[in-house]
């Protein structure tokens, strides 16, 4: 019985236990199925995407190898490149991955297979230009080994790492390399894991950052120290460190290269567009701006609160251990996970849709963004032009910020827009305008107008590049020029058949040989950019298309065609520069801005400053100090001490202590607004200098103010300053005052020739009022010293020209003039007699007047704009003065990029291409050296003939220059295609070709040539042929000047071998001159009796008259005139016979060189003794010169 109770007991509590068990499993079960319903309820929306998205990352993973290629070449080799070679490598490697048949995706970008999405919009709203330029460049420096350094001339990068800083949790010091405790914050950066960001990085990298460049950490325990100086830092795995660059195009060594990585974050137009929308509609309606940049913040902080989420999700997944059914944890996350993502999806849809109300909205204002965008690069690319010419984007968008607020209101949006276009655009002018020299404010209006119709699209890119290099070649094949049409020459001819070949200009030359009389008219009229073209022409071509035909016959009057093309464009206020005025500059500076003037030859701000500092009434609180050796510690305390009190402090002549600019630039970088006197201001002049700060002229306010032009201004100048006590202050007044008019005439005509280029002066020198003050002063102590009235003529032009004024002149030739000149001036004539004429014309002649009013008024009756006959030289020299202001300017829109493509041919090729073009003709033409053993075999170095070293040396100069060309020339078309490293030497190479110049290491080893490439290699293979001519049978019958690489030693050798045969001592001898006027060259069979023929020299400021045997004045618009070939005869103790001008020989029609002991330049030949029937003093003033080379 017992044993059957406890069998029925064990059976009840295995019942009882079997009964709580299955309630325990049913509840359970109970739970799991809520817990079910709330996993599949939490992650049912999850399932479709996750299904997706698995099947995407198997489809991914198959084709990694490629994309990991693209990004990590990218990553290796693309920050410091620009977008668009960015684009050609991925591009270049897709392709190579296709040839290999490696797997990768259709179009792999670094930025698709490297790029997180949420760190990507974290990034645009801490500041990064969202384009896809500034968004590669984040991920490079997210995921790089190597510290960033950033070229960053807007920066750009600088104010988006400063954001991001501001969220780092151990936070950031931003320091300088200049900074006292530079190195002391790298020790707290590295040991406490800050981000540090190391500002203004110049082409030097410090080497106490070598250990953190090359991150040489040691293992010390548990953790990691680093050797920083003298020492052991503990290296904390936060830290990082970052570099900014201002420096547009630093040039990093290879050294430096490889120690970081080197970011391009020079803004693209892509990205300035779309911060400049930003401004625009944050001006125009800032509601909705407001709203856009709250959305695009609260968008980027949900992004990151739904990943946060899916991570968290994914690692509870991940982790949970045994049913997952049984995780409250996971199940509690899910449950507020689904809650918070639903309210984040809600409001992301809503987002999505005001976000795309708000970009509609938004659109209207683009037009705005686009054209302050292409205007930007077109102040930027002043820097090309003047080192001085510097500009900040926050200067720019400043500017626009105030032209928005300030343009005229109007009814309509577009009105309103086209209101703000109009406005900024002209306030933009003038502003920039301001800050140029004026022979540069024609070409920055030119450079707007070219970049405005570029932007929309309706600029002949390859019309323009004609515009601006001319022909590249000769057309070969093309139509004879008509016979009887002699005033157009070959050069023009050219053009005109290049022009031919593009469609606008299809047909022309068969209109100018059908009519060419028509034509002429242009050729002739002096005003020919107003003169309307024959027949359809006029009707048939744009203003710009006339404007490039204009080119071809009449260069100098380029420059008036394109004043008027501009004013076609964009209305006449844009050619007409706003007049200086320090009041308007002092007015957009601040406190923190410095005030700065470019200074020219002969300007001289400081008076004009003083005036305004009195007008101001800060006369008493200025202080000024002029820049030199020694004064470095004067200007820091002068600075400090103006912060301090409110003072005006005036730095001068920053150029002459460069040196000291570094401590400029730190003291302008400590500027604190808020330890520093509201009425501060910092005055700098400055020549123009590549030492200058770049940062203080991008942040500080520019002006220029030149010395007056035109010789009725520099006398009013000169008179303005010297009142009715200063003429009277004499013993003989009257001769005072009208020598000191010949003084004042003689200062303006030497300052105004050097507008007329070397034709002018050789050297343009820097004269000064202090000279023409010195003058006045000399001139008043020998009057008040003269016994009886004499007064001393001599002395005082010796004085003047040689001394005063002659003191700054190096060129004997230029000497020469100065002595000429004022001998004119200031003479006995200018003084007794009544109305005594400085020119042929009797327009200048010397003033009566006893009073500084009287004398003005005089003054005021000169003409506006002088004739070069008032400084006694041929009316063609203001053809060669407009020839040379059109290249200028054409030069200088060429250098600033103006032209981006289109050959010279008339077709539209990319820039690679035309360069590729140039440099296989080029090669092709390219004579090959000469064999000079062989030379040496026939020209042995002999006592008699010294010519035989002559054409030795000459074969020698001219296989220096084949040999360079025949080995970099081929190495450029390599590099071209890739095949080989482009070094700076080929790639300045290109652009030489691109440009028609002569590359720069062509004319190191080189002859002395001013002639565009094109007709450069011509010259090149015409000089070669006289040369083996030479080689193959011996000294020619007549020498062609022109192709020898060093004239003078011809000629020496020719004195010496008349020397030895003489045996007369060379120092003795000098040339004789026979002009053989019946002759040319090809009729001259028979060498010399005497001495050696020559040809090859022409006359630039007059004309040779072969009837006459004599000089005579030019031809109108005849620059050059071609000497007939002369008989150069050895003549011992020669002395120059009567009647006859000493004529410089130059080489070019630069006419300056570098100068030599003998007071001659490396330009200079020699003199020619030139039959005239004039005084030569007619001839000197009209700065008549030989070339043996012209420009074409």
Request: net charge negative; proline share 5%.
């Amino acid at each position: 019985v017992e044993d059957k109770i406890a069998e029925l007991e064990s059976a009840y509590n295995a019942a009882i236990a079997k009964k709580e068990h299955l309630q325990k499993t049913m509840e359970n079960c109970k739970i799991k199925l809520v817990n079910a319903g709330k996993l599949i309820d939490g992650l049912g929306g999850e399932k479709t995407r996750w299904t997706e998205s698995v099947k995407e990352l198997g489809a991914q993973f198959e084709l990694i190898a490629g994309d990991a290629l693209v990004a990590a070449g990218m990553m290796s080799y693309a920050g410091p490149f620009t977008a668009s070679y960015r684009l050609g490598f991925e591009e270049s490697w897709l392709q190579e991955l296709r040839t290999r048949e490696i797997p990768a995706s259709a179009q792999p970008t670094m930025r698709e297979f490297l790029g997180d999405a949420v760190k990507m919009q974290n990034w645009v709203v801490f500041g990064l230009p969202n384009d896809n330029l500034s968004v590669e460049n984040g991920i490079i420096m997210d995921n790089s080994r190597r510290w960033p350094l950033c070229i960053d001339p807007q920066r750009q990068a600088n104010k988006y790492i400063k954001n991001m800083g501001k969220k780092v949790p151990e936070g950031m010091d931003t320091c300088k390399l200049s900074d006292a405790q530079f190195l002391r914050t790298m020790e707290l950066g590295v040991q406490f894991g800050k981000w540090i960001l190391l500002e203004n990085i110049g082409e030097e990298l410090d080497p106490a950052l070598e250990p953190i460049l090359q991150q040489q950490k040691i293992k010390d325990g548990s953790s990691w120290v680093l050797k920083l100086g003298d020492k052991t830092v503990t290296y904390a795995d936060s830290f990082r460190l970052l570099m900014t660059t201002t420096l547009p195009n630093p040039h990093y060594s290879p050294e430096t290269s490889v120690k970081v990585t080197l970011l391009n974050f020079a803004i693209t137009p892509a990205g300035l567009e779309d911060q400049m929308l930003g401004i625009v509609v944050a001006k125009e309606q800032p509601e909705m701006e407001e709203k856009k940049s709250a959305l695009v913040a609260e968008s980027a902080e949900n992004n990151s609160k739904l990943k946060a989420i899916e991570d968290e999700i994914l690692r509870l997944l991940s982790s949970s251990e045994g049913d997952i059914l049984e995780s409250v944890d996971l199940i509690n996350t899910l449950a507020t996970s689904k809650i918070t993502s639903t309210e984040i999806h809600k409001k992301q849809e809503e987002g999505k849709i005001i976000s795309a109300e708000i970009d509609e909205a938004r659109k209207s204002y683009i037009p705005v963004a686009f054209r302050t965008s292409i205007l930007f690069f077109c102040v930027v690319d002043l820097t090309t032009i003047d080192p001085m010419y510097q500009y900040s984007l926050q200067w720019y968008q400043l500017l626009f910020q105030l032209g928005v607020d300030a343009a005229p209101p109007a009814g309509e949006q577009d009105e309103r827009i086209k209101n703000i276009i109009d406005y900024f655009t002209y306030s933009l002018y003038q502003a920039v305008c301001r800050g140029l020299f004026e022979s540069h404010k024609p070409m920055f209006s030119f450079s707007m107008c070219l970049k405005i119709l570029t932007g929309e699209g309706n600029m002949d890119q390859a019309l323009l590049r004609f515009l601006l290099t001319g022909p590249t070649k000769d057309v070969k094949d093309g139509k004879q020029k008509p016979a009887d049409a002699t005033w157009l020459d070959d050069k023009m001819w050219n053009e005109v058949l290049t022009l031919s070949q593009y469609p606008a200009f299809q047909g022309v030359e068969d209109a100018i040989i059908a009519d060419h009389a028509a034509w002429k008219t242009i050729y002739d009229e002096p005003e020919a950019h107003e003169v309307p073209l024959p027949g359809e022409w006029n009707e048939k071509l744009t203003v710009f298309q006339k404007t490039v035909f204009l080119r071809t016959l009449r260069l100098d009057k380029v420059t008036a065609a394109i004043i008027n093309f501009v004013i076609s464009e964009m209305t006449q206020k844009f050619v007409e520069p706003p007049a200086f005025d320090i009041a308007l500059s002092y007015n957009d500076a601040t406190k923190l801005t410095p005030l700065i003037f470019i200074l020219s030859p002969g300007s001289d701000p400081v008076g004009e400053l003083l005036i305004f500092a009195g007008n101001m009434g800060m006369d008493n609180k200025f202080d000024s100090v002029s820049l030199g050796q020694g004064q470095g510690p004067k200007a820091s305390q002068m600075v400090q001490t103006g912060m301090a009190t409110g003072g005006w402090v005036l730095l001068a002549n920053c150029h002459l202590f460069t040196s000291w600019m570094p401590e400029l630039e730190r003291i302008c970088e400590q500027f604190n607004p808020e330890e520093m006197h509201q009425d501060f201001r910092l005055w700098l002049t400055s020549m123009p200098t590549q030492q200058f700060p770049a940062m203080v002229l991008q942040n500080g306010v520019k002006m220029t103010n030149e010395p007056p032009k035109g010789l009725r201004a520099n006398l009013m100048n000169s008179f303005l300053k010297m009142d009715d006590a200063t003429l009277r202050d004499c013993k003989d007044a009257n001769a005072f005052r009208r020598l000191v008019f010949g003084f004042c005439f003689f200062h303006a005509a030497c300052q105004e020739r050097r507008k007329y280029g070397p034709i002018g002066w050789n050297i343009p020198y820097s004269f000064t009022n202090e000279d023409l003050t010195t003058c006045r002063r000399q001139l008043k102590y020998f009057l008040d010293e003269s016994v009886g009235g004499q007064i001393p003529y001599k002395v005082l032009q010796y004085l003047g020209a040689a001394i005063n004024y002659g003191g700054r002149i190096t060129d004997a030739q230029d000497k020469r003039l100065a002595n000429t000149m004022i001998k004119v001036y200031v003479c006995e004539d200018s003084v007794v007699t009544e109305g005594y004429k400085f020119s042929e014309s009797g327009l200048y002649y010397v003033s009566a007047g006893e009073t500084q009013e009287e004398i003005l008024d005089f003054i005021r009756g000169f003409p506006l704009t002088p004739k070069p006959e008032a400084f006694g030289m041929h009316s063609n020299c203001d053809i060669s003065c407009a020839q040379n202001e059109s290249m200028a300017l054409l030069e200088n829109i060429l250098s600033m990029g103006g032209s981006a493509g289109g050959g010279g041919g008339g077709g539209g090729d990319s820039k690679e291409d035309v360069m590729g073009t140039v440099a296989a003709e080029l090669l092709q033409l390219t004579p090959k050296p000469f064999d000079f053993v062989e030379v040496e075999e026939r020209f042995p170095t002999l006592y008699e003939e010294s010519t035989n070293t002559v054409i030795k040396q000459e074969v020698i100069r001219y296989n220096r220059l084949l040999k360079v060309m025949i080995a970099t020339l081929p190495q450029f078309q390599k590099a071209l295609k890739g095949l080989v490293t482009m070094t700076e030497e080929l790639e300045s190479m290109g652009n030489a070709f691109f440009t028609n110049q002569v590359p720069e290491n062509f004319e190191k080893k080189g002859y002395l040539s001013l002639k565009p490439l094109s007709s450069w290699s011509k010259d090149l293979v015409d000089r070669i042929k006289f040369v083996q001519q030479w080689v193959d049978g011996g000294l020619p019958i007549i020498i062609w000047l022109s192709g020898l690489f060093f004239p003078q030693a011809f000629f020496t050798g020719t004195l010496q071998n008349f020397a030895r045969s003489q045996q007369i001592a060379i120092d003795r001898l000098g040339f004789s001159f026979n002009f053989l006027n019946d002759q040319t060259p090809e009729t001259i069979t028979e060498k010399a009796e005497k001495g050696v023929h020559t040809f090859g020299i022409f006359f630039e400021g007059c004309r040779y008259d072969r009837k006459l045997a004599r000089l005579e004045d030019a031809y109108p618009k005849v620059l050059y005139d071609e000497m007939p070939p002369c008989n150069f005869v050895p003549e011992a103790d020669r002395k120059p016979p009567p009647g006859m001008y000493e004529c410089p020989i130059y080489k070019v029609l630069s006419r300056k060189g570098t100068l030599m002991t003998t007071g001659h330049s490396t330009n200079f030949v020699l003199n020619l003794d030139t039959p005239t029937d004039r005084d030569p003093a007619s001839w000197i003033r009209g700065g008549v010169a030989g070339f043996l080379a012209l420009k074409d």
